[in-house]
């Protein structure tokens, strides 16, 4: 299964585990579950360092490519089709990261690991809700 990270569940992983649900555990330490990460979720994560709501306890881009190297992550493109489709995909709230990640997972067929659950409602989209 192609499995699109959100950033909260991608950050969660590493810096906060106990909010991980057990299965969606499972199925990020799967061998047969290929982990994809947007660049957006890159782009959010300097935000909220920038305004101080997170810390890591390394520099940014050692941080990141510690993370993309220890979770095998794939990169998830930000193409012309997936901006196409952000005109297709409404979210019920106004987090353009949110927009984003969400048409990619649609383009490219991924499942998008989430606990956000007013992507929940988001048609056509599969899901892995991480709910504890």
């Given at each position: 299964?192609?499995l ?88 019920a ?40």
């Amino acid at each position: 299964m192609n499995l699109l990270l959100d950033t909260h569940i991608w950050l969660w992983n590493d810096l906060q585990p106990e909010k991980i649900s057990s299965q969606v555990a499972l199925e990020l330490a799967s061998p047969s579950n290929d982990l994809w990460l947007s660049p957006v979720s890159i782009w959010e994560l300097a935000l909220l360092l920038e305004k101080k709501r997170i810390t890591i306890p390394m520099e940014f881009h050692v941080w990141v490519a510690g993370s993309a190297r220890d979770l095998d992550l794939r990169e998830a493109p930000f193409t012309w089709d997936v901006a196409q489709e952000l005109r297709f995909t409404q979210v019920a709230h106004k987090d353009p990261a949110d927009r984003f990640l969400a048409a990619t997972a649609k383009v490219f067929d991924m499942t998008l690991v989430t606990a956000d659950e007013r992507l929940w409602k988001v048609p056509h989209l599969k899901l892995l809700p991480n709910i504890l």
